[in-house]
């Protein structure tokens, strides 16, 4: 008997770690990027809004990833002695984009708008967490379609497969 319950605990023990483990891969670690850039420090310190640098959230799929030209309105001025600035003006001189790791993204077969979402003022924080406090941007979602369809049926929003998938 006694031998049967350590099976049963040590079976429920290894679903429990298996489980954890499955929740724990759907979330990608944060990227290295190209330039040490701090949410934290331009959203508290600048005081600037989400859409200074990512301006289509409300009018297209994606809210874009900001120009080099929009950082250097502010930079061609501030910190320029900076080793992380002086990088970012080697860009802006060469004409290159900054090539930054994203973060966020679907598979190619799932259809995701930010419109939609940001029209019937669900916040960036809902899906995003907090940017206030990131210093380096990690997923903090799943991202996985029981997310989608479980915040949809809560709702009121569709859950029919058309919806998603195109
Ligand atoms: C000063 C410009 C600036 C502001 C203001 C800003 N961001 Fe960003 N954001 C960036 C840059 C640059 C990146 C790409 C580098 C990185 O991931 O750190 C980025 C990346 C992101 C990503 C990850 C994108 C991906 O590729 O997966 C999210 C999500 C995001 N920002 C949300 C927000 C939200 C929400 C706000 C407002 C609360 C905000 N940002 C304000 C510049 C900005
Ligand atoms: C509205 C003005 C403004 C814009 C736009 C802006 N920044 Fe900044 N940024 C600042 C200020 C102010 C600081 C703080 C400077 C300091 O600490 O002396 C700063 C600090 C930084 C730092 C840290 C510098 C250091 O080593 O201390 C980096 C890196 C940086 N910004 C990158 C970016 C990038 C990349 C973009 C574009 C996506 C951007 N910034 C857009 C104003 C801006
Ligand atoms: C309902 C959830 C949700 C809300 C609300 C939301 N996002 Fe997103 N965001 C996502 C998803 C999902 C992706 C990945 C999209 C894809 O790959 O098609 C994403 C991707 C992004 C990206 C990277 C894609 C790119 O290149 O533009 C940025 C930047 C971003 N979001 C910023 C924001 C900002 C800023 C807000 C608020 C104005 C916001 N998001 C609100 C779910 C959301
Ligand atoms: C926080 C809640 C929430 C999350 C998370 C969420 N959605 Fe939505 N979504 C909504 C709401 C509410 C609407 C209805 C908007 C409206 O009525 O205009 C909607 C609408 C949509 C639409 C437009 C529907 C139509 O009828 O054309 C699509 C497409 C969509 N969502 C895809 C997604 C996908 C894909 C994900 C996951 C990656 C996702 N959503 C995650 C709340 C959410
Ligand atoms: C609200 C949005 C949404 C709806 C509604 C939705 N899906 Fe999805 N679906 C997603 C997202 C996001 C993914 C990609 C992430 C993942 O695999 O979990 C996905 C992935 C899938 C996959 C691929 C799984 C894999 O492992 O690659 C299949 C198959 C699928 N969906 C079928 C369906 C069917 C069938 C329906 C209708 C009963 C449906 N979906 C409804 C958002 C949605």
């Keep these: 008997m006694k031998k049967l319950l350590i099976t049963v605990y040590f079976l429920i023990f290894i679903l ?34 989400c859409d200074h640098c990512h301006q289509y959230a409300e009018v297209g799929l994606q809210p874009g990833i900001p120009a080099v030209s929009v950082c250097m309105d502010c930079h061609e001025a501030v910190a320029t002695d900076s080793p992380e ?10 004409k290159e984009p900054v090539p930054w790791a994203g973060v966020y993204y679907l598979p190619q077969h799932v259809l995701f708008t930010h419109k939609r979402h940001i029209k019937k003022g669900i916040d960036c ?8 406090v990131v210093e380096k941007v990690r997923q903090v979602r799943s991202l996985r379609m029981g997310w989608c369809v479980t915040c949809h049926r809560e709702n009121g929003a569709s859950d029919d497969c058309w919806t998603c998938h195109k």
Excluded at 85 to 94: A, D, M, V
């Design 85 to 94: 600035i002086i990088k970012l003006t080697e860009y802006w001189n060469r």
């Design 125 to 132: 924080a809902e899906c995003h967490g907090d940017m206030k």
């Design 16 to 49: 429990i770690i298996v489980l954890l483990g499955g929740l724990w891969s759907t979330y990608r670690d944060a990227p290295d990027q190209p330039i040490a850039f701090s949410h934290k420090k331009h959203l508290t310190y600048v005081g600037l809004e």
